[in-house]
């Protein structure tokens, strides 16, 4: 209690906590206390609405030059089990999507030396001109930065002709976790984290929203846990382009470095609730919404992180690759129904969103 109290009273002078006060929650054993002064916060900033989203998840590739330590997802070129959609494939997803009333289709792959630059500007335009009315979510700063280095193109280009296209926003990912000691061993072969949020901060200036996420829970220590969220809320202040930020629980199987063994159990339910309670306190007044992604939280610590900071579930989601590749066992799909369920039985008010946080409907 005595280490935590000058960060309450900071709480409760409506103070930004600053990289010790961070240093400090890592350490502390306090969860219940950490949670009460995050739920304290939320309720305070975002009050007791609950956000989802009427989304399908596309992969569109999983082929990859990157070669990400934690990722089991991916598959080298020529190597079985490698697949790429065609537009057509994809287009058929999205049409099942529609009818299933998605309001966004968040689409991510990985880094494809075999795909154009013409290809992600079609697949956008096409899916624009079919569903105008469906946000397209689509590509992470990290394939962005790709894109702008196997065309030639800077980063700012890549992005003008995707929002030219139909692109709405970018979803979170490829953030990881930027401190570059940690960064080198868990992805050598990615941008940096610099790299990353300059892609994000372009982003921004041109008005394409985005989110940000953090994977936790592997190799990382406290230090890069508080060091990654205070570079996400330096670039905020600059841009206010992050609608939410994402801590994402680590899943370990079929990944290099469980193979390795450099890690072997995963992050344990007190890590994944203690982390979403820091990020709502760090970033409080800088990212509104703390999402815990109910895919790879699991759905019944998603339901109670809505008790230690969260404020958003994610979505419907209808296909998940990624988690499930690394040992996710959460079922790909969840009905809204489902979701409103989950909320309100946490005592909490379901709001449908759209992809930009405007209300669609308050359940
Ligand atoms: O960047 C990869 C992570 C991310 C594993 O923006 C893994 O709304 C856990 O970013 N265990 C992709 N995580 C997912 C993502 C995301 C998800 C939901 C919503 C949004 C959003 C973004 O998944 C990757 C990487 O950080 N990842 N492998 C793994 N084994």
Not at 185 to 198: F, H, Q, Y
Not at 239 to 260: V, Y
Request: charged share 25%; proline share 3%; aromatic share 8%.
């Amino acid at each position: 209690m005595d280490e935590l109290s000058p960060i309450i009273e900071k709480v409760q002078a409506g103070e930004h906590l600053d990289f010790e006060d961070g240093m400090i929650l890592m350490s502390s054993r306090n969860l219940s206390l950490i949670g009460s002064l995050a739920d304290h916060v939320r309720k305070t900033t975002v009050g007791d609405r609950v956000m989802f989203v009427t989304n399908c998840h596309i992969n569109y590739t999983n082929v990859c030059i990157s070669k990400c330590k934690f990722c089991a997802y991916f598959r080298e070129e020529g190597q079985k089990g490698g697949f790429t959609l065609t537009i057509d494939e994809i287009m058929e997803k999205a049409e099942n999507a529609s009818k299933m009333g998605a309001t966004e289709l968040h689409i991510v792959g990985s880094l494809n030396p075999k795909l154009p630059f013409e290809y992600y500007e079609e697949l956008l335009l096409r899916l624009h001109e079919k569903y105008p009315a469906i946000s397209l979510k689509a590509f992470t700063a990290v394939e962005i930065a790709h894109l702008a280095d196997t065309t030639g193109m800077s980063a700012k280009e890549v992005l003008m002709r995707l929002k030219r296209a139909g692109l709405t926003g970018l979803p979170g990912g490829g953030g990881e976790i930027f401190n570059e000691v940690t960064r080198k061993k868990v992805c050598p072969d990615k941008i940096s984290g610099d790299r990353w949020l300059e892609v994000m901060e372009t982003a921004h200036g041109l008005g394409i929203k985005s989110n940000a996420t953090m994977l936790y829970g592997h190799i990382e220590t406290d230090l890069d846990i508080v060091d990654h969220i205070l570079r996400i809320r330096k670039t905020q202040e600059k841009t206010h382009g992050f609608q939410a930020f994402i801590p994402l629980k680590f899943h370990p199987d079929n990944t290099e470095l469980q193979k390795n063994g450099l890690v072997k159990f995963g992050p344990t339910g007190y890590d994944d609730l203690k982390i979403i309670a820091i990020s709502r306190l760090l970033l409080n007044g800088y990212v509104n919404n703390i999402k815990t992604y109910w895919v790879m939280a699991g759905e019944k610590m998603a339901q109670i992180a809505l008790h230690f900071g969260a404020n958003d579930i994610d979505g419907t989601v209808m296909e998940e690759r990624i988690t499930h590749a690394a040992g996710g066992a959460t079922p790909e799909f969840m009905p809204k129904e489902r979701l409103i369920h989950l909320i309100r039985n946490a005592g909490r008010m379901p709001v449908e969103r759209t992809t930009n946080y405007e209300v669609i409907r308050e359940y």
